[in-house]
């Protein structure tokens, strides 16, 4: 039986950490962040806002603003393996015509870079 040795990289791999790692994820929370507070003045995110403050979910009108809000934040975030969770979120929520998760999105970039 051969013995597993921990070498106190982390507890997933034995692969050493990677010294540029900590630089791309600042730099793909600023590119998150930027492209959220572009968006976050936009007419259609206002319109989706106002819409789900009345309640109106999943129909032509929210699915289409879905479609345009998350068409520009995709293609303002770099596809990176980094951003990968949040592009894939963002494709979610506009595939399913989820304007509250849009919002919640949006907000969240707009303020940390991050969904985490």
Do not use: W
């Not at 572009?38 to 603003?65: I, M, T, Y």
Request: positive net charge; glycine residues 8%.
């Amino acid at each position: 039986m051969r013995m597993q040795v921990f070498t106190g990289y982390d507890h997933f791999s034995n692969k050493p950490p990677d010294p540029t790692a900590d630089r791309q994820v600042k730099s793909t929370k600023s590119v998150c962040k930027a492209a959220a507070k572009a968006e976050s003045g936009s007419p259609e995110l206002e319109r989706l806002a106002v819409l789900e403050a009345q309640g109106v979910r999943f129909n032509a009108e929210v699915g289409e603003l879905c479609d345009m809000v998350a068409s520009r934040l995709l293609a303002g975030i770099s596809n990176t393996m980094n951003a990968s969770m949040i592009r894939g979120l963002i494709a979610h929520a506009a595939h399913t015509s989820d304007g509250g998760e849009i919002l919640r999105i949006v907000k969240e970039l707009a303020k940390k870079g991050t969904l985490q």
